[in-house]
């Protein structure tokens, strides 16, 4: 690993740069494969041609993150913890918890009716959902997310196996909340567990009325301020 991390470290800036796109593509390739896996259907998005050029936009946007992300981390001014340890499954929540927070403030904030218009609402035109969907966004947004994601990283140092599982987590969540339907069978759903982890459902309900659900990994920002959907608790044990 020490290695690895030695070569990633030398590497010229050119090579990280194609180094930060592939992985970024392998990303959204694997995610919207996983989503159309799990649909089972080759129904083309809706509007199709704006949401490939979005993605092809988030993309770049995201490859620019991290090389961004790499840059910092070279110089110094990002550190992550090589060893896997039990700090792994730690930092691992704080990073969800830490990141379902700021993102419920900026999706709230993204909804406020004098920003929405600027960027926010080229999302929900898209209103029937669909994998690539997840990857439709205005550019502003991608770069904001990867900012405060830089952000996070720098604060704290986290470790970096910590980091890589966070980032499937993030996709996971992402895909399964843009299939439009939840695939969760209802009795997994019903678990105490789902009271606080977001199920599909929560982001699916929310491309149904924007007003309602704005979190991503957990319910707890919609019920501590009132924005969970009143039917959510019983959509998700399937009543």
Not at 95 to 107: C, E, K, Q
Not at 180 to 206: C, E, K
Request: aromatic content about 10%; glycine content about 8%; hydrophobic content about 55%.
């Amino acid at each position: 690993m020490a290695q690895f991390l030695d070569a990633l470290r030398a590497l010229p800036t050119w090579a990280a740069a194609l180094l930060a796109l592939a992985e970024n593509a392998l990303l959204m390739g694997v995610g919207v494969a996983f989503g159309h896996l799990i649909l089972r259907d080759t129904a083309q998005p809706q509007e199709k041609t704006l949401q490939r050029v979005l993605a092809g936009t988030a993309l770049l946007g995201n490859a620019a993150v991290t090389l961004a992300g790499w840059y910092l981390w070279k110089h110094g001014l990002i550190h992550l913890d090589p060893d896997l340890s039990w700090s792994t499954a730690t930092d691992l929540l704080l990073l969800i918890l830490i990141m379902d927070l700021v993102m419920y403030a900026g999706h709230a904030l993204a909804h406020l009716r004098p920003l929405f218009p600027l960027a926010h609402r080229l999302h929900h035109r898209f209103t029937e959902a669909r994998p690539v969907t997840l990857f439709a966004l205005h550019p502003a947004e991608v770069l904001g997310f990867g900012a405060v994601w830089i952000g996070v990283l720098a604060a704290h140092t986290f470790d970096m196996w910590a980091v890589a599982a966070y980032t499937v987590v993030n996709l996971l969540f992402g895909v399964l909340g843009h299939l439009g339907l939840d695939p969760v069978p209802a009795r997994v759903r019903r678990s105490w567990v789902f009271y606080l982890v977001a199920t599909p459902a929560l982001h699916v309900g929310h491309h149904r009325d924007p007003t309602y659900n704005l979190g991503f990994y957990t319910t707890i920002g919609d019920r501590l301020f009132g924005t969970l959907a009143p039917d959510y608790d019983l959509e998700r044990a399937g009543a």
